[in-house]
């Protein structure tokens, strides 16, 4: 399901902060991928696993080995053990995401990771109800150059994960 680089999530507005983490066994991440926390601070690919929080959005590592091949790709750990290396990410920037699942879509909703580049309004459709951030506003016209315009794309304001899950 992983799509191009130009189809991942679109990030706007400059970086407010930026950090990175070492990465948990046998990931990849793409850049423009949602990146979550597990209890240690270990970094996987967005999903509904339990014990994780938001992390952020995977960007590119500053000196890549082989830029060439990490054209698309923040950081290939795929059959390495924990601790391999570190994936770079920014954490407090508005970003636009494509929004699947219903759930009661609405600016200041609260939106839950789905996967590495989906989230949804839906808390009930996933079962850790990773917090995301909140919904600021739907995009339907003048998307950004290759973003989908058949997919519902919605403006996040990322949740500081000490405030994860508050209203």
Do not use: C
Not at 10 to 39: E, K, N
């Amino acid at each position: 399901m992983l799509q191009a680089a130009f189809e991942r999530p679109y990030q706007l507005g400059r970086a407010m902060r930026s950090t990175h983490a070492h990465v948990a066994a046998d990931t990849l991440f793409h850049i423009g991928a949602f990146v979550i926390l597990d209890a240690q601070g270990l970094a996987s690919p967005g999903a509904d696993l339990a014990g994780h929080r938001w992390g952020g959005i995977a960007i590119p590592q500053r000196f890549p080995d082989d830029p060439d091949a990490h054209r698309n790709v923040a950081f290939n750990n795929t059959g390495g053990p924990s601790h391999a290396g570190v994936v770079r990410f920014e954490t407090d920037r508005v970003f636009l995401a494509e929004v699947v699942g219903g759930g009661t879509p609405g600016a200041g909703n609260l939106l839950y990771v789905v996967d590495d580049e989906q989230l949804t309004f839906n808390a009930a459709g996933v079962t850790n109800a990773i917090v995301a951030g909140r919904a600021l506003y739907q995009e339907t016209v003048d998307l950004p150059r290759g973003l989908d315009r058949t997919k519902t794309w919605w403006y996040v304001d990322p949740v500081a994960a000490a405030a994860q899950g508050v209203p």
